[in-house]
Structure formats: structure tokens, C-alpha cells
């Protein structure tokens, strides 16, 4: 039986073929808008499901909680799922969309994976273990590094910060919070999620607003286990909805979170 790490790369690995197939066909593509507001298209569920049947064959007794499938099972040990995390980007042709799989075990998360399909490449930690990234070829993984995050800066005016969604597609919910930061940091683009970015020393924080447990559980594991910090806006951790911080270090993600706050 493999173990959680390895299955979870399997599964993301599984998942992104299917993810890249209708990426390839991706404008004929029909969009809906769920309640929340947010789009899904096919592509979001078929990935998901796919994951998901990797995941069940080998772990049948483990629950499971998907953004598009649900809650499924109860116990001590839940894998958190994202089949398309940034279906605003995936819609539009844009390669920076990915796919997420965390492993909660006792609320903590242990495992988590985040795969770039239409860029190559896989983040993924376990506790304890640190937090790698390699490069997929033919579906295999290729080519390991570690991750380490970069230095602290010396002041927030010098901090890199990379906002998710993108600055033109932010919620008018989150806009002041994210415009009260802009005007203290320097806001960066970024080629891949800016948590990940993060985890490898190219920026300093992450920033992302609307999101829920399925889009932070893998990437907060990722970032802490390469040497950062994690948090909701309110300092809260695993779980975390809304706001999310993700920062080089602890020190950079309390003065974050200040900028962000408006109390």
C-alpha cells in the first residue's frame, strides 16, 4: 500500500490528465455561477471525481471533503479537495490554475499537494518532512528540490506581495482590505499561486481573499513546512475562510495582517 504522500501525488498526477484534457478545449467550455458567486465548469467536477476514485481505491475508509463533491464519510483521517483551484484563470486560457489535495488527520493537516498541470510542475509536504517541488515528465515526477522561503524584510514597505484572485478580479467585499495593503507593500506579480511563491523564496507574502478550507489546507502545510508562517486575516489557523496569510515569517505575517485590518 503506498504511503499518503506518494498516493496523493497519484492522484494529483491522475487528476491533472484529466484537468489538461479539457484545458486543451477550455473556451468552448460552458460556464455556470454557483451560489456563492464563483464559476465551475465541468472540467471542476470531472477533476475532482478523479482524485477523488484514486484517493477511495486505496483509502476506502478515509471521508473526503470536496469543493464540488461534498462531504463524504466521518472519522479521524479527511482528505481535502480542490479539482481546479483558480477556475477564473482556468476559463481564460491562463496556465496558472492547479489542483489541491490536502490530508487532515485529527484537524491537522499532515499532507499536501499542489500541481501545476499546464506548467509542469508539483509542490507538495508532509509534516515534519519539509516541503519539495519537482517537475512532472511523462507522469512522473523529476528533477526534486527543497523548498526554503526567503529572509524577512526589514520593513512591510519593502515586503513582496502577491494578491490572489488577480487585483482586476478581487471581490468588491475584499477590495478596501486589499487596497489598504497595496498602499503599504509592494505588490508583485506571480507566475504560479503566490503561496507557493512563497514557499520558494520568490516573494515575501501571499495574500488571497474569498477562500475556504479546500483552497488553503495544502498550500498553509507547504509554506510552514518550507520555513514560513500561515494565518487568517484575524490570526486564526487551520481552518481558515475569507482572508488568508501566507508569509516568510511569522514577524512579516503580523505586520500583514495589521495592514490588512481596519479596526
Not at 62 to 81: S, Y
Not at 149 to 172: D, F, K
Not at 201 to 216: F, N, P, R, S
Request: charged share 25%.
Amino acid at each position: 500500500m503506498p504511503d499518503d504522500l506518494v498516493l496523493a501525488q497519484r492522484a494529483a498526477l491522475a487528476g491533472a490528465s484529466v484537468g489538461l484534457r479539457y484545458f486543451a478545449r477550455v473556451r468552448s467550455l460552458a460556464q455556470q455561477q454557483k451560489v456563492d458567486g464563483s464559476v465551475v465548469t465541468e472540467a471542476d467536477l470531472a477533476v475532482e471525481e478523479e482524485v477523488r476514485r484514486v484517493l477511495l481505491a486505496e483509502r476506502p475508509e478515509d471521508a473526503f471533503l470536496g469543493e464540488e463533491t461534498g462531504e463524504h464519510g466521518e472519522g479521524r483521517r479527511r482528505w481535502i479537495l480542490d479539482g481546479i483551484d483558480g477556475t477564473l484563470v482556468f476559463v481564460q486560457g491562463d496556465d496558472r490554475w492547479q489542483s489541491l489535495i490536502a490530508l487532515e488527520e485529527d484537524g491537522r493537516v499532515v499532507v499536501g499537494v499542489a500541481i501545476v498541470p499546464a506548467q509542469r510542475r508539483i509542490w507538495y509536504a508532509v509534516r515534519g518532512q519539509g516541503a519539495f517541488v519537482a517537475d512532472v515528465e511523462d507522469g512522473q515526477l523529476v528533477r526534486e528540490r527543497p523548498l526554503r522561503v526567503g529572509g524577512s524584510p526589514s520593513t512591510l514597505a519593502e515586503c513582496t506581495v502577491g494578491v490572489l484572485p488577480p487585483l482586476e478580479m478581487i471581490p468588491v467585499t475584499y477590495r478596501a482590505q486589499v487596497d489598504r495593503l497595496a498602499d503599504k507593500a509592494v505588490v508583485a506579480d506571480w507566475s504560479a499561486h503566490a503561496a507557493l511563491l512563497v514557499a520558494s523564496g520568490e516573494l515575501d507574502v501571499a495574500v488571497q481573499v474569498g477562500g475556504k478550507i479546500w483552497d488553503y489546507a495544502p498550500l498553509s502545510l507547504i509554506v510552514e513546512e518550507a520555513g514560513g508562517a500561515f494565518s487568517g486575516d484575524r490570526g486564526q489557523s487551520h481552518p481558515v475562510t475569507g482572508t488568508a496569510i501566507f508569509a516568510c515569517s511569522n514577524a512579516t505575517r503580523k505586520a500583514v495582517r495589521a495592514a490588512l485590518d481596519d479596526s
